[in-house]
């Protein structure tokens, strides 16, 4: 069973930058296609940004030019880097394996909480 572990998360005023980690315990990690998800109180979780295993990389509309999805697979670690946050950005953000709508993945990590201030 993969185990995720997020990090980075905090609270930022808008137009600030984060950047996240999540640490994989894929045996594959290299041949994985890895996501980003975002969750905001009430409401489900959401996919934000992917990346394949030849590092082709997929946004949602509202952060492309903003966000940019990496990964270092020595390391095991898929990175989101949030350029220019925006109130809209807050919430509690997931990595997970592979790319699919959040309510395929049975196994998740405790995620890390991104607030931006107005």
């Known amino acids: 069973q993969v185990q995720l572990v997020e990090s980075g998360g905090g609270l930022v005023q808008a137009g600030a930058s984060l950047k996240l980690s999540c640490i994989v315990s894929?045996?594959?990690?290299?041949?994985?296609?890895m996501a980003w998800y975002r969750q905001i109180p009430g409401q489900q979780r959401d996919l934000v940004a992917s990346?394949?295993?030849?590092?082709?990389?997929n946004y949602v509309n509202p952060v492309k030019g903003r966000f940019t999805i990496s990964r270092d697979n020595a390391k095991k670690t898929v990175y989101l880097q949030m350029d220019d946050l925006k109130p809209d950005d807050t919430g509690v953000y997931y990595c997970?394996?592979?790319?699919?709508?959040?309510?395929?993945?049975?196994?998740w990590g405790r995620g890390t909480q991104v607030t931006v201030s107005s």
């Open positions: 997970n394996t592979p790319p699919l709508p959040a309510s395929m993945h049975t196994t």
């Open positions: 894929e045996t594959d990690f290299s041949g994985a296609a």
């Open positions: 990346i394949s295993s030849l590092g082709s990389r």
